[in-house]
């Protein structure tokens, strides 16, 4: 009889649980029994793990054997177990000291020639292990980086068990054959590629678009400005061609850099989607997801069958979130946001369990004025009847759009600013530095506070304990009599003037700033000089 143990974690999204993977060997008819709620692929394992320790050199026990994953009532699934369960086996057998891989987290899938592969969600499953007080992981060599991002955790990246078992028995390690260089890598497939067709590949390795690349669209590069420094949701509304995309592109490179916690949020969601950039282990700037429109709910917010998985709010945390021709989205798919927005998190309960994902992003909505694009434009036909203007419209539904902070209408671009020699536009890194200034206002203002930007800050809190100077609520008080704004809308034309504040340098916001954050909000000219363009 023999018995070993070690272990090895479970991920319910970004959340991990640390497994406990036993091995028993008793006399009896060989076989391999598994036990422990595992899934489908983690069934498979059995004929995985069993070819790779023969094709590594080590015997099989020919005896009865069962594989327990504890806790029993914890679903497990994936391949990760792999690599955990041949050494319990092997240890089992006496091949290895028990004691030895007993505090070991080891996470990884086997090939049938013994190699370890990657697999996704390891920066989650090590910062679980780390938090359980376990200090010595082994993974793959190609996951080794993402794995030692944690602090006060000793990483082993191994490349076959061969490496690991000579690793445990101090014997000479074996070289690998490396790979060859240029040579498409098996172990990494569908690992590296960014976006799964969610649009994330903007920011996720490739170069940044550049705001000075925009010509004109003086009041939709302020509202990008405000939408950066506070963190406020953003709709865009123009005809076609006058560059709302262009506009949402530009916005995360206006984002501070992520704090090393938000990157560490944003990379253990991107690790159990698997859409980590080879060769990034650490993801230091704002995601950038933009999915099509015909994106489905469990892509959006997270689904699938049995457990579910990130859906692109979750891949937009801590960045942008682009709806592009957002009326021709589902409507249950639009209302679904509407959760996020306030929680900064999205619960999905599915058959395989409850999930519960992080989503504080910021949303960008960019809409047609009709379905043909044309309604009123100057010299343009728009063959739209009125009631399909009105259903078109009506597709981003009230509950929606409250939420948004800014509201503001794309013009087409004059042919003077498109083919001027001197458009006046500034950089990407002139109006970041802007956005950085405010922040740290805002940061200096929410000290000891559990908010971070204007954005988050609680309505009550911004009428009771910073107040605006007397006198600058009047317009916004006439629109909340007038029905133009609900209680919620006055609280979010609050927050947008303490932006507008922050960037203007006030120490609160006057008359001018509560005009400004009106005029982005509901549209409506105040008479009043917009913030990027006072002295």
């Keep these: 009889m023999g018995f070993a143990r070690t272990c090895s974690v479970a991920l319910a999204g970004v959340e991990g649980v640390v497994v406990e993977v036993q091995a028993d060997l008793e006399p009896g008819v060989a076989a391999f029994t598994l036990v422990g709620l595992p899934d489908k692929s983690l069934v498979e394992s059995k004929d995985r793990v069993r070819a790779a320790v023969v094709n590594s050199g080590a ?36 091949h290895l000291d028990p004691r030895e891989i007993a505090d070991l987290v080891l996470i990884g899938e086997l090939g049938l ?6 697999v996704p969600g390891v920066l989650p499953a090590v910062l679980a292990a780390a938090d359980a007080g376990y200090r010595q992981v082994v993974v793959a060599e190609r ?18 068990l061969r490496q690991l078992i000579a690793v445990l028995t101090d014997a000479p390690v ?19 590629v960014p976006g799964a067709g969610l649009g994330t590949g903007v920011l996720l390795g490739e170069r940044q678009p550049d705001l000075a690349e ?39 490179g206006l984002l501070p850099p992520l704090t090393p916690q938000e990157s560490l949020e944003v990379t253990a969601v991107h690790s159990v989607a698997g859409t980590l950039p080879a060769g990034q282990p650490l993801l230091d700037r704002a995601p950038y997801c933009a999915p099509h429109h015909s994106a489905s709910m469990p892509s959006l917010v997270g689904g699938g069958s049995g457990l579910p998985r990130p859906g692109a709010v979750s891949l937009a945390h ?38 519960r994902l992080p989503a504080r992003f910021l949303l960008v909505l960019a809409a047609n004025p009709c379905p043909c694009g044309r309604h009123g434009m100057l ?76 954005s988050e800050v609680p309505g009550h809190e911004l009428r009771t304990r910073w107040r605006v100077d007397p006198g600058a609520l009047v317009e916004a008080e006439r629109d909340m009599e007038r029905g133009m704004l609900t209680a919620r809308g006055l609280d979010r034309v609050l927050r947008v003037a303490w932006t507008v504040a922050d960037l203007a340098g006030h120490d609160r916001p006057d008359a001018a700033d509560v005009n400004c954050a009106l005029e982005l909000r509901t549209g409506v000219h105040r008479g009043t000089v917009l913030a990027g363009d006072r002295p």
């Excluded at 996951?143 to 490349?159: F, W």
């Excluded at 709806?323 to 998190?345: K, W």
């Design 214 to 252: 925009v010509a004109g669209q003086a009041k939709a590069r302020m509202a990008l400005e405000v939408a950066a420094a506070g963190r406020h949701h953003l709709l865009l509304q123009g005809p076609p061609g006058a560059g709302k995309t262009m506009l949402a592109e530009r916005l995360p």
């Design 379 to 454: 010299g343009e036909g728009c063959d739209c009847a009125p009631q399909a203007v009105r259903r078109y419209r009506a597709r981003l539904s009230g509950p929606l759009l409250d939420r948004v902070d800014l509201r503001v209408t794309v013009e087409p671009v004059a042919r003077s600013e498109l083919t001027g020699a001197e458009r006046g536009s500034e950089t990407t890194a002139e109006v970041a530095e802007r956005v950085r200034a405010a922040r740290e206002r805002a940061s200096a203002r929410l000290a000891d506070m559990p908010w971070a930007t204007n």
């Design 59 to 94: 015997e099989w026990p020919q005896k009865k054997l069962t594989v327990g994953l504890s806790p029993a009532a914890v679903p497990k699934s994936g391949s990760g177990f792999d690599l955990a369960v041949a050494c319990a086996v092997l240890a089992a057998a006496e």
């Design 318 to 355: 801590r960045g942008v979130l682009f709806m592009d021709e957002a009326p021709e989205f589902s409507g249950r798919v639009l209302d679904a946001l509407r959760q996020p927005l306030e929680s900064g998190h999205v619960i999905v309960a599915r058959s395989g369990g409850v999930l």
């Design 113 to 118: 020639d013994g190699r370890v592969r990657p």
């Design 143 to 160: 996951t080794a980086a993402e794995a030692s991002l944690v602090p006060g955790v000793s990483v082993l990246g191994i490349r076959s």
């Design 174 to 192: 074996p070289e690998e054959e490396p790979l060859q260089e240029g040579r498409p890598d098996p172990m990494l497939a569908g690992l590296s």
